[in-house]
Nanobody
Framework: QVQLVESGGGLVQSGGSLRLSCVVA????????MGWYRQAPGEQRDLVAS???????NYADSVKGRFTISRDNPENTVYLQMNSLKPEDTAVYYC?????????WGRGTQVTVSS
């Protein structure tokens, strides 16, 4: 079992920055992959960024150069640093983790970017 809790969302003006955190609890040593996804109202949930156990990172084209995914192993936390935010980045952001073939999700944190 893996539990994920996101935090760090909020309201920010266009061009601003936020850092999202995802604290991981449970069987953390079995996690092979972690990612951040987002879902805007009426839209599907899309990948924003991911990081594998070996540290390989992947980003959606829409956030490349603006967002950075990282992890702090001693703190069991994965971060998403979001810079140069745009109104189209407004969404609920979810953290997920793949462990032994099972995909776990957090409850999400709202990010709202005003123009």
């Amino acid at each position: 079992q893996v539990q994920l809790v996101e935090s760090g969302g909020g309201l920010v003006q266009s061009g601003g920055s936020l850092r999202l955190s995802c604290v991981v609890a449970g069987n953390i040593f079995s996690i092979n992959y972690m990612g951040w996804y987002r879902q805007a109202p009426g839209e599907q949930r899309d990948l924003v960024a991911s990081i594998t156990r070996s540290g390989i990172r992947n980003y959606a084209d829409s956030v490349k150069g603006r967002f950075t995914i990282s992890r702090d192993n001693p703190e069991n936390t994965v971060y998403l640093q979001m810079n140069s935010l745009k109104p189209e980045d407004t969404a609920v952001y979810y953290c997920n983790a793949l462990s032994r073939g099972v995909l776990y999700w957090g409850r999400g944190t709202q990010v709202t970017v005003s123009s």
